[in-house]
C-alpha cells in the first residue's frame, strides 16, 4: 500500500514509523527542514519538502498512485484541504486531523461526511476518551470496548495479594465465560495457555461480555471501587473534554483542574459549570498539599510536557492519591514510566495510530487497538463469506500461534468461545494478534484470503 503522510509531528512520525516497518510505501511531506533531516535519518521513507496543500507537492508525492493519505499537520484547515484534493486525484481513503471543536460539533450534519473525508482525528478527545474509561474502571490498568459496547477487555495487574498468583490458567474459575488473551510479563506480550502459570505483577487482558465482567473480576479477586474525587493536572484539551465528560456522566464525582496559565484558567473556569480550576503550579508539592489533593481518587496529568506530567504523578502518590494515569507523548519512555509504579499509562500516539489503522487492514476491520511495545494489535473484524475460516471450528483452524479470538459476536448475541465454537459467515470476530500474525489472520477471514 502506497500512504502519503502530511505532517512530521510525534504522531505523523509514529505512522510513519509503523507503516514503513510493515512493508508499505511510505511518503511525507514536511515543511521544517529540520524535521525533514531527522526523517531521513531515522526512518527509510521518501522526504518530500513543502505544503500538503499543493498540488504540485502533492503530484511529486505520488497522489495519483496512491491508497491513503493521512494529514496530521498542525493546521486543521491545511489538514482538510490537502484530503479534498487527495479525493480529487482519486485516493481512496483520507484522514485528517482536527482539533478545533467547532469542525467537530457541527450541529445537523457530519462535517467530515459532507467534505468526503473518511475520518477527523482529535487526539486530544480520542485520548480523554481512554482516560475516562479507566476513571469508570478504575481497578483496570486500560479499558476498551468492542461490538458497539457489549464486550469489555480490561488489563489489570496481578498484585502480591491477589489468590491468582501461582495459579496456572486452566486452574482459574470459569463459571462465568471470559478469556485471557494476552499476559504482559517483564514488558513482553505473551499469548496463553492452559498450562501458563500466573505471577505477581503480571498484567492479564482479560475479555468478556460487558455485562459480566464486574462479576468475571470479582471472581478473579479485582474489587472495583467508587470514584468520588478526580484531579486533573492540564487544562488543556485532553484536560478539558475530560472534564466535560466527567461532568455530563452525572456520577456526582468532584472534579479539581490545576492550570498554571492564568488566561487559560479563567477561559476554562467559564466552560465548566461543576469542575473547581485552580490556578497553580502542579509541582509545587506545598499548593498540592493546601488543596487537599492527597484525598482525590485518582490524579490525571494531562499537561503538554511529560516531565511534568511523571514528576507530578509520583508526588501526587507520595501525598496519598489512589491511582495515577499519566499522558507521555514519547513512546520511548513509557516502560521506564510503569516500571516506577505509575499505575495507567496512556499513549496520545498509540492511541490515534490505532484509531487510523482500520484503513489499513485489509477485510471487513471495524476497529483497531494497538496494545504495548511490541505492537500487537486486537481486530474487531467481520468473517466473509467464502474464507477459510468460516464453517470451522476453533480447534481445527490453524490459527498462528500468536493469536486468539477472544469473543464473538453473531447478530445480536455475545459469545465467548472455546475450541468446538464454529465460525459463522458474518460473525463479528475479536481477534489479539502479534504483529507478525496479523496479515495472516486478515487472510483467514478475508474472503479470497488463503492459509
Not at 509545587?284 to 507530578?312: P, Q, R, W
Not at 513512546?331 to 499513549?347: H, Y
Amino acid at each position: 500500500m502506497k500512504v502519503i503522510i502530511i505532517g512530521a509531528g510525534k504522531v505523523g512520525f509514529s505512522m510513519a514509523q509503523l507503516l514503513s516497518d510493515e512493508g508499505n510505501d511510505v511518503v511525507i511531506i514536511e515543511q521544517s527542514p529540520e524535521r525533514q533531516q531527522l526523517l531521513e535519518e531515522a526512518l527509510d521513507v521518501q522526504v518530500i519538502y513543502g505544503s500538503g496543500s499543493s498540488t504540485s507537492v502533492l503530484e511529486a508525492a505520488g497522489v495519483r498512485s496512491a491508497d491513503m493519505l493521512i494529514a496530521v499537520t498542525e493546521y486543521d484547515e491545511l489538514n482538510m484541504i490537502a484530503c479534498l484534493l487527495a479525493k480529487k486525484y482519486g485516493i481512496k481513503t483520507t484522514v485528517a486531523r482536527v482539533r478545533n471543536p467547532e469542525y467537530l460539533e457541527v450541529k445537523g450534519f457530519s462535517l467530515n461526511e459532507t467534505l468526503g473525508i473518511d475520518l477527523f482525528i482529535n487526539p486530544e478527545r480520542v485520548t480523554a476518551k481512554e482516560i475516562y474509561k479507566i476513571v469508570k474502571n478504575p481497578e483496570a490498568l486500560s479499558v476498551e470496548y468492542y461490538a458497539d459496547g457489549k464486550v469489555q477487555l480490561n488489563e489489570l495487574e496481578i498484585d502480591e495479594a491477589s489468590h491468582l498468583k501461582g495459579k496456572k490458567l486452566k486452574e482459574l474459575n470459569s463459571t462465568i465465560p471470559y478469556n485471557i488473551v494476552a499476559i504482559v510479563r517483564d514488558r513482553k506480550m505473551l499469548m496463553p495457555s492452559g498450562d501458563d502459570v500466573l505471577q505477581e505483577e503480571d498484567r492479564i487482558n482479560i475479555m468478556a461480555r460487558t455485562a459480566d465482567m464486574p462479576e468475571v473480576e470479582k471472581v478473579m479477586g479485582f474489587h472495583s471501587r467508587k470514584i468520588e474525587h478526580v484531579t486533573i493536572l492540564g487544562g488543556g484539551r485532553t484536560g478539558c473534554y475530560l472534564a466535560q465528560m466527567l461532568e455530563a456522566s452525572r456520577a456526582g464525582i468532584n472534579i479539581k483542574i490545576i492550570e498554571r496559565d492564568l488566561s487559560r484558567a479563567r477561559q476554562i473556569a467559564q466552560k465548566l459549570k461543576n469542575t473547581m480550576v485552580i490556578h497553580g503550579d502542579g509541582g509545587d508539592y506545598e499548593m498540592l498539599e493546601e488543596e487537599n489533593i492527597g484525598h482525590s481518587d485518582m490524579f490525571v496529568a494531562v499537561t503538554d510536557d511529560d516531565k511534568v506530567n511523571l514528576l507530578c504523578c509520583l508526588i501526587a502518590q507520595n501525598l496519598g492519591v489512589k491511582k495515577t494515569i499519566c499522558q507521555i507523548k514519547r513512546t520511548d519512555v513509557m516502560p521506564l514510566v510503569e516500571q516506577i509504579g505509575i499505575d495507567a499509562v496512556v499513549s496520545p500516539r498509540i492511541i490515534t495510530a490505532g484509531a487510523i489503522l482500520k484503513y489499513i487492514r485489509s477485510g471487513d476491520i471495524i476497529s483497531v487497538t494497538l496494545f504495548g511495545e511490541e505492537r500487537a494489535e486486537m481486530l474487531e473484524l467481520l468473517a466473509q463469506p467464502g474464507a477459510v475460516a468460516v464453517n470451522k471450528t476453533l480447534k481445527s483452524l490453524d490459527m498462528p500461534n500468536g493469536a486468539l479470538i477472544g469473543a464473538v459476536m453473531r447478530q445480536d448475541r455475545v459469545i465467548i468461545p472455546d475450541g468446538n465454537f464454529i465460525i459463522n459467515p458474518h460473525d463479528r470476530l475479536m481477534v489479539f494478534a502479534l504483529p507478525r500474525n496479523i496479515h495472516k489472520v486478515e487472510k483467514l477471514f478475508r474472503n479470497g484470503g488463503r492459509k
